[in-house]
């Protein structure tokens, strides 16, 4: 049975309930054949000292939509999903608004995965380019 587009996005925004997705508001909004993205409120909550967006705020955005992304697009039943590697190269600072992230698939293995995460502003200003590389391991009978 296909589950339609909304049903996945809400079934993935339910999961990140009690977990760090939800401490920073992190929020899956759209999703296709081999992409996922999600949002992320640029606020206090999220920035470093001098009141940008920290980078580890940016990096926690990334890895959790690259992980979703993996697991949307694996055999759930059979299979989870863990993060290897992430780097994360900040080309710009961002204040306030919203950020997204974009995690496409470089790579999509039976076992390992590597994806490319922009994250962007608002007006589609490049502010992080990130790599997640992911394991897919079998589940324990």
């Known amino acids: 049975m296909q589950i339609s587009k909304e049903e996945l996005i809400a079934k993935a925004n339910a999961?990140?309930?009690n977990t760090l997705l939800e401490t920073l508001n992190i929020e899956m909004t759209d999703y296709g054949e081999d992409f996922l993205v999600a949002k992320m409120p640029?606020?206090?909550?999220?920035?470093q000292p001098?009141?940008?967006l920290?980078?580890?705020a940016t990096a926690a955005l990334a890895e959790s939509v690259g992980s979703f992304a993996?697991?949307?697009?694996?055999?759930r039943e059979k299979y989870f999903v863990r993060?290897?590697?992430i780097t994360a190269n900040h080309i710009k600072s961002i204040s306030e608004g919203y950020?997204?992230?974009?995690?496409t698939f470089l790579h999509k293995g039976r076992t390992t995965q590597l994806l490319d995460i922009r994250v962007t502003d608002e007006a589609d200003n490049l502010i992080s380019i990130c790599r997640l590389s992911t394991i897919s391991l079998p589940k324990k009978k």
Do not use: C, M, N, Q
């Open 99 to 103: 950020v997204y992230a974009k995690a």
């Open 83 to 85: 993060g290897l590697e």
């Open 50 to 52: 001098d009141g940008v």
């Open 42 to 47: 640029v606020t206090p909550r999220v920035h």
């Open 54 to 56: 920290h980078g580890g």
């Open 15 to 17: 999961a990140s309930k």
């Open 70 to 75: 993996a697991l949307i697009f694996t055999d």
